[in-house]
């Protein structure tokens, strides 16, 4: 004999009509204050850019990226008819960039495969991933310090050329790159590793063809924000790359001019003084005026280098997802 199922009660557990009213002003509550939290922090930022746009602008033009400062004497105008120029500190600033993405990006990606696919979890792991945190915590001056006398060491004192502050940067990037990697690594899921061990698929290309291809665009991220991280540094390229105001385009050899420290250059000046008889031509505040469109410009590089990274991070994202 079958006996009747009990029929629950669900009306018991709806709530009540003063609960909904007051789950409803929670929400609102809630909504408004993380509204205003993004509010508050997006007015430095905001701030940031607007001063930046409304002072450099007014110096920004054509004549201002395509000269360097050879010939700029005082406020005065040069031949070419501007007052000097940002070309050297552009190409100082992509080749000593590009030049520490060239050695940090490998030796911190094969890092991070140690420590996520061979150590994973033993002591030497955990010693390892300890060096790398107090690693990204160093102070930038110290990173500068390091490469100037690795070089003093292995090429007698007084070197300084562009590389040197690319090796500067490197002890910036590393970190990062590592520390984004190893998370990017960690997510992908342990299915696909033994799936491709399950069809004889040696480690190492499993880790070249199916792991790092499919954590390829958050590594990609985390390259981006490493070099945004050093794309800003001047205290470790005031002592290894040096100053100049001519252009050197071999990163080897010879002092060169980086955007952060002509920034600073040139605002340490803030004004030059004019001969009573200079005429309307030369311009008192011009040292200002070239710091804050320099720094405009190295706002705009790193505009373009995350535009970069979002445009491979999509084309890898969408090939990995056939």
């Known amino acids: 004999m079958k006996t009747a199922r009990p029929t629950p009660d669900f009306s018991r557990f709806k709530p009540s009509e003063a609960l909904l009213k007051q789950r409803e002003w929670k929400s609102r509550i809630m909504a408004g204050v993380i509204g205003l939290a993004f509010v508050v922090a997006m007015i430095p930022l905001i701030s940031l850019l607007w001063t930046t746009i409304a002072r450099g602008v007014k110096r920004l033009n054509l004549n ?8 700029v004497i005082g406020g005065m105008p040069t031949p070419s008819g501007g007052h000097g120029g940002i070309e050297h500190a ?15 990006v490998p030796v ?5 495969i140690y420590l996520t696919e ?19 915590g160093i102070p930038s001056i ?28 490197s002890i910036l990037m590393i970190p990062t ?12 899921p342990d299915d696909l590793r033994e799936a491709s061990y399950a069809l004889g698929v040696t ?17 990609v991220s985390g390259v981006i924000l490493a070099i945004a991280r050093v794309i800003g540094e001047t205290a470790p390229l005031l002592m290894t790359a040096g100053f100049i105001v001519t252009t050197n385009w071999n990163l080897f050899s010879g002092q060169m001019t980086t955007l952060p420290v002509f920034v600073y250059q040139e605002y340490s000046k803030m004004s030059v003084t004019c001969p009573p008889n200079a005429g309307t031509g030369c311009v008192a505040s011009i040292p ?13 590089i790193v505009l373009v280098l995350n535009l970069i990274g979002r445009l491979v991070q999509r084309l890898f994202s969408v090939e990995a997802s056939r």
Do not use: D, H, Q
């Not at 990173?143 to 300084?160: E, Q, R, T, W, Y």
């Open 64 to 71: 201002f990226l395509a000269f360097n400062m050879s010939g």
């Open 108 to 112: 911190g990606l094969m890092c991070a």
């Open 288 to 300: 200002s005026e070239r710091s804050w469109a320099a720094a405009l410009v190295l706002i705009a």
């Open 142 to 169: 110290v990173a500068g310090l390091f490469a100037f006398s690795l070089f003093a060491i292995l090429m007698g004192p007084g070197v300084s050329n562009g590389f040197e502050g690319s090796v500067a940067l």
């Open 177 to 188: 790159v590592v520390n984004s990697s190893v998370e990017m690594l960690r997510i992908v």
């Open 118 to 136: 061979y150590a994973r979890g033993s002591k030497f792991a955990k010693a390892i991933s300890l060096l790398v945190n107090v690693m990204s």
């Open 90 to 104: 552009i190409i100082g600033t992509l080749e000593v960039t590009l030049g520490a993405m060239l050695i940090s």
């Open 203 to 219: 480690k190492s290309r499993t880790i070249v063809k199916v792991v790092l291809r499919t954590a390829l665009p958050g590594i």
